[in-house]
């Protein structure tokens, strides 16, 4: 194959956080891409987020005609590739949080540094809250004071093919144990029986657990006992990350992978997704593909930023933009900033500090604008057909 070398260069971008989870090798006869995964079950996590994607990009960029995946344990280092999906590039300090999951941080970094006063953790939270990158995180912290080999990282869905592998016996060794997607399992009493003598014999052992869950342990496990022993210990609830974090988090993924998007791109895309993990995906897509159709993608993404809103007010109250923002409390030009206001703190969900900055206005007033647009918008016909016809053109 001519570009060989491009294509690996892809694919290792491409596999970026997997990367040491799996071999390739291309087929230039038969035009094909062969995959090898270190078992079926992360052939399958593979063909869920990863194929389809690659498939087209494959087939656009190198003429590849066929993926075909493949299993093979023997390449692989057991103690280190088999405990999927763990990332070591997860960690506490690139985790991006809001104020309001602050304070959950810090004390889920207290319990881990504690030998043994909390155990087992739970970690709950909503889908993609950040749940597997604080597992990661956890399990990144011990392996700078423990063997990786002491270290066991799990999910649920290889679960039952990773006991069958392991005994008793073979766990004596193991100091941590971690567990990612509970709500995974699949409840019936032999599983339920494998997981209670493990957390008995961990428990007995002083040895540390995790697990993460998005449902409430009532609605996943239906023996009392093993009820009892996950509530032994402590739950810490994740929340997901708020407007500002989101913003925060683009900067940051965009200026570390030299991507060229503007603010009004930046707000957009934070509008749009409610999670770090589906704006890293979306930037992740636009940073595979190539540079036409990527320019055609930021392109789609809409102009939705608190100064083209101010823009929006003005032009239809008829009124400039330095006015707006001015110290004049004219009748008309006090209702657009109220409006202008109003509609930022909806829109965006700002906090009351940053229309502060964007509008140079104190606590008060700001607060003022928001009350004061809330009440005409009941009692006023007209101010009401106003924010409507705005929210229309904001394409809300």
């Known amino acids: 194959m001519k570009h060989k070398e491009e294509l690996d260069l892809f694919l290792k971008k491409f596999f970026k956080s997997i990367i040491d989870k799996i071999l390739w090798r291309y087929n230039a006869k038969k035009r094909q891409l062969i995959i090898i995964c270190p078992h079926e079950y992360f052939q399958d996590f593979l063909n869920q987020n990863y194929i389809k994607k690659l498939r087209k990009n494959l087939k656009e960029r190198y003429n590849i005609q066929d993926i075909i995946l493949k299993t093979n344990r023997d390449h692989f280092l057991y103690g280190e590739n088999l405990n999927f999906p763990f990332n070591q590039n997860f960690t506490f300090d690139n985790y991006f949080y809001s104020n309001e999951t602050e304070s959950t941080i810090k004390l889920i970094k207290e319990v881990i540094r504690k030998k043994n006063k909390y155990n087992p953790v739970i970690i709950y939270g909503e889908k993609n809250a950040g749940k597997t990158h604080i597992l990661h995180a956890i399990g ?20 039952n093919f990773l006991f069958r592998k392991y005994s008793f016996e073979d766990l004596k060794k193991i100091k941590i144990f971690i567990v990612d997607h509970l709500e995974y399992y699949n409840i019936n009493n032999d599983k339920e029986n494998i997981l209670l003598k493990t957390i008995k014999y961990f428990l007995n052992r002083n040895v540390k657990i995790f697990f993460s869950t998005k449902n409430r342990l009532e609605n996943i496990v239906k023996s009392k006992e093993l009820f009892s022993l996950l509530m032994s210990g402590i739950i810490f609830n994740l929340r997901l990350p708020d407007f500002n974090t989101r913003i925060e988090f683009i900067r940051h993924y965009t200026n570390k992978n030299n991507m060229l998007i503007n603010e009004n791109q930046i707000f957009d895309l934070a509008l749009k997704h409610k999670d770090i993990g589906s704006i890293k995906k979306e930037l992740n897509n636009i940073l595979t593909i190539g540079t036409t159709k990527r320019d055609k993608i930021l392109k789609k993404i809409q102009n939705k930023t608190p100064q083209n809103i101010i823009k929006l007010v003005s032009k239809q109250l008829n009124i400039t933009e330095k006015d707006l923002l001015s110290k004049n409390n004219k009748k008309h030009i006090s209702l657009a900033r109220h409006i202008a206001i109003y509609l930022c703190r909806d829109i965006f969900k700002l906090s009351t500090k940053n229309l502060e900055k964007i509008f140079n206005r104190n606590h008060s007033t700001i607060l003022y604008s928001i009350k004061k647009i809330n009440k005409l918008k009941k009692e006023d016909e007209n101010v009401n057909k106003i924010v409507n016809e705005l929210y229309k053109k904001c394409n809300l």
Do not use: S
Not at 140 to 159: C, R, V
């Open 140 to 159: 990144n912290f011990y392996i700078t004071h423990l063997n990786k080999d002491k270290i066991l990282f799990l999910d649920f869905k290889n679960i």
